[in-house]
C-alpha cells in the first residue's frame, strides 16, 4: 500500500496522487508567471481526442490589473479564501473540434479538458504550490468577462497559491482544511457491467 499526506492507497501507486489535494488557507505569495506556465506546460500534454485540445486557460496573477475582473467572478465565499491565492485561472473548453469531416461538437470537450486539468494540479505539487478547483462563479457572466468565442464553455476555476497555516482560516473552515479521503474502488469500478440495482 502507498502512504502519504495523511492518506493511504488501497493499491500501490505514485504519492503524488495522495500529494495532491485542494487547501483554502494560502500565504498571499504571488506566483511567477513561470510557474503558472510550467504548470500550464504540463495540462498541454494531456490527451485528447482527435489531439483537439480543447482546453483554453484564462488566469491572473495577483496584484495585477487581471486579477480584479476574474476575481469579481467567484462567489461570496470563495473570494472569502481565494484572496490569499497567488493567481487565479479559469478553465474553459472548445465545445467544437476539427474533424476529417470539418468542424464538429466534440463529445469530450468537458472530459479532455478536466484530464488537462489534473495534469495542471500534478504540476503545481511538483512545485510546491496547490491548485484549488471551484464552480462557486458567476456562470451567467463569466463568458462575457472572459470575452469567450461561441462553442466555448467555462469548465472551473483555480485558486492557485502556496499552502498556508490553517490557522489563516476563519474557524468554521479550519476543520475542512485536511486531505481527504475517498470512496473503495469496490463502489465505482465494475467488471463487464454496471451492477444491477437493488429493489
Do not use: C
Request: aromatic share 10%; charged share 20%.
Amino acid at each position: 500500500m502507498t502512504s502519504a499526506n495523511s492518506r493511504t492507497a488501497d493499491h500501490p501507486i505514485d504519492p503524488q496522487f495522495l500529494e495532491r489535494w485542494s487547501p483554502r488557507a494560502f500565504t498571499g505569495e504571488a506566483v511567477s508567471e513561470a510557474d503558472l506556465l510550467t504548470m500550464i506546460e504540463a495540462a498541454r500534454w494531456a490527451p485528447s481526442s482527435y489531439n483537439s485540445q480543447p482546453w483554453r486557460f484564462i488566469y491572473a496573477r495577483r496584484d495585477t490589473p487581471q486579477w480584479g475582473p476574474l476575481f469579481d467572478l467567484l462567489v461570496p465565499f470563495n473570494q472569502g479564501w481565494v484572496k490569499h491565492a497567488g493567481a487565479l485561472l479559469f478553465l474553459v473548453s472548445n465545445q467544437m473540434m476539427n474533424t476529417k469531416d470539418g468542424l464538429q461538437p466534440s463529445w469530450s470537450a468537458s472530459f479532455d479538458a478536466g484530464t488537462a486539468s489534473a495534469l495542471f494540479q500534478l504540476q503545481a505539487v511538483k512545485l510546491g504550490l496547490h491548485a484549488h478547483g471551484m464552480t462557486g462563479f458567476d456562470k451567467d457572466r463569466a463568458p462575457a468577462v472572459l470575452n469567450l468565442p461561441p462553442h466555448h464553455r467555462v469548465e472551473a476555476a483555480f485558486a492557485v497559491g502556496r499552502k498556508a497555516d490553517p490557522a489563516t482560516l476563519p474557524e468554521e473552515q479550519r476543520a475542512r482544511e485536511t486531505p481527504n479521503g475517498r470512496h473503495p474502488i469496490g463502489d465505482f469500478a465494475f467488471e463487464g457491467v454496471f451492477p444491477a440495482r437493488e429493489a
